[in-house]
């Protein structure tokens, strides 16, 4: 990925995959992305934080902050940031990241990493299911092969599953978000809803 001279800003939205980045069997899917001007960050995705957490890194950091402060006369400096004053939001991932550190972060996502590719592995090994293509960010997109996405979806609890429009068809989407899954289970149940369904 080469983005020198490719824009006079270029920003990079990593909303899901950005913290792969720490992970030093998975980095280098973001090659390239040091290049951007900016790299934003849903925390409450691969950072595992509440919904409202995120974070904005920018390469120089003098030029971002003269085009995100906003001030007036009886501020002392400007304030940084569109938002102006906010609660304290960065307080649970500075402390995950105390708890948990760069590696302990990145071994949270390895096994994410590893989960995807075996729901992947046990969706290619079924004859009544069809894989999109293997899970570059724990990401699995797939559908039965002989009933209908939304059914199957249905027939699993709740959220278990989203979906997803592809060349106009509909695909089930399973997002390896949650460190202390049981993949076993995950695939057992896809399995029963595939049988449910057909």
Known sequence: MDLV???KWTHVDAAWAGPLRLSQIHSRRLDGIEEA???AVSAH???FQPKDSALVMFRNL??????ISFGGDYLARPNVGVQGSRS???IPLLATLLA???KGVAQRLDHLMQVADSLADA????DRLELWGRPQTAINVFRPVYSPTAALVQALPSGMLST????GQMWARSVAANPSVNIDLVVGRILAGIREDA
């Open 5 to 7: 001279g490719a824009a």
């Open 37 to 39: 001007d900016s790299v």
């Open 45 to 47: 995705k691969w950072l």
């Open 62 to 67: 003098d030029i971002a902050n003269g085009a």
């Open 88 to 90: 304290a939001a960065a």
């Open 100 to 102: 948990w550190g760069r």
């Open 123 to 126: 969706i290619e090994k079924s």
């Open 164 to 167: 997803c429009m592809l060349d």
